[in-house]
């Protein structure tokens, strides 16, 4: 019987990772690029694994399957990016399995380094949705994923639009509040600071949004890295067709061309925004589903001790009666 250890990826497992098939269970960029090498390269430099960690599984000194994850230290959370497998070695049977020590080997070492939740997006009734369900993920909502490929962009109106600044990040956060239901938040736990924008892991991020009497009312982030750019979008439901004209607005800002390739995730609970995007060229090409794995906390158990008195104290210490005195 062929026997099985989960355990951090190092530079001898980089040439088997041609034979591995690869599952995205997110958008990002990560995921969206095609850079699966490159990707396992880094999560085995011990430098880079606080941008990337990556964890094999191997049957018999073996790599039979693999996952990586991107840490995100300053919202407590990682995020699962890739599930692999080595189909010659395991059949498909199999592969839940795998993927389920995996991950639950990715929890504990999450836990570990602070994090209190994962985040996937795997493809809805899949072998990775499977094996994140078998490892004590939930889901908490659903999405669809669109895909542009070459930026022919419809006629749209134009709206004023401005390049968000550092202070309006807590504004951008207010209407996530409004357009998010009270379960996904509680599930996502973002902060204003998750609006900030910033370089992520060679990544450029910038963001635009549409104000209306000085509230914001339709939010845009791009997230690029060479020829791909991921989008974030927020809106208010009476401000859900304004996401037609901010899109290619943003994009045009960036100076993204006619060759790069746009990935956004519309959740079920903003279905109101497919139209708009559709109309801009945007195409479903998947459904996924949102999952969050909440990590273990250790605590420091409490010890109670009991005092042990010797006789003469305690028969100064016996229970007595209340007693009530009076002085005149």
């Known amino acids: 019987m062929a026997t099985l250890s989960v355990r951090s990826i190092n530079i001898r497992d980089i040439p088997n990772l ?36 990556v964890f094999v599984a191997t049957l018999d000194d073996r790599l039979a399957a693999l996952v990586e994850l991107e840490p995100s230290r300053r919202e407590y959370r990682w995020l699962v990016t890739r599930l692999a497998v080595n189909a010659g070695l395991a059949s498909e049977e199999s592969w839940v399995e795998l993927w389920s020590e995996l991950l639950v080997h990715a929890v504990r070492a999450a836990g570990a380094a602070g994090a209190k939740r994962l985040h996937a997006a795997p493809a809805v009734n899949g072998p990775a949705f499977e094996a994140l369900r078998h490892a004590g993920f939930s889901v908490y909502a659903h999405q669809t994923t669109l895909l ?52 992520d892991a060679g990544s450029l991020v910038r963001g635009f949004l549409a104000e209306d009497d000085h509230q914001v009312v339709a939010y845009c982030r791009v997230r690029s890295r060479r020829r791909i750019h991921v989008l974030d979008l927020l809106a208010l439901p009476r401000s859900s067709m304004l996401v037609g004209a ?36 945007l195409d479903p090409v998947d459904r996924q589903a949102r999952m969050v794995r909440y990590t273990a906390v250790p605590v420091r158990p409490r010890v109670s001790t009991r005092l042990q008195l010797v006789p003469e104290v305690g028969e100064r210490l016996a229970p007595r009666m209340p007693s009530l005195s009076s002085s005149r």
């Open 18 to 53: 041609h034979d591995l098939y690869r599952v995205h269970v997110a958008v990002g960029l990560s995921c969206a690029s095609d850079q699966e090498l490159s990707s396992g390269i880094l999560g085995s430099l011990p430098f880079a694994r606080r941008f990337r960690r």
């Open 148 to 199: 542009a490929q070459g930026l022919h962009f419809g006629n749209h109106e134009e709206i004023p639009v401005r390049e968000q600044e550092p202070s309006d990040a807590w504004s951008i956060h207010q209407l996530y509040h409004l357009a998010t239901p009270h379960p996904v938040q509680y599930a996502e736990a973002l902060t204003s600071d998750h609006w900030d924008v910033r370089r």
């Open 246 to 281: 901010l899109v290619p607005l943003a994009l045009a800002r960036i100076g993204a061309g006619p060759k790069d390739s746009v990935w956004v995730s519309v959740p079920d609970y903003q279905m109101e925004l497919l139209a708009p995007l559709e109309a801009q060229g």
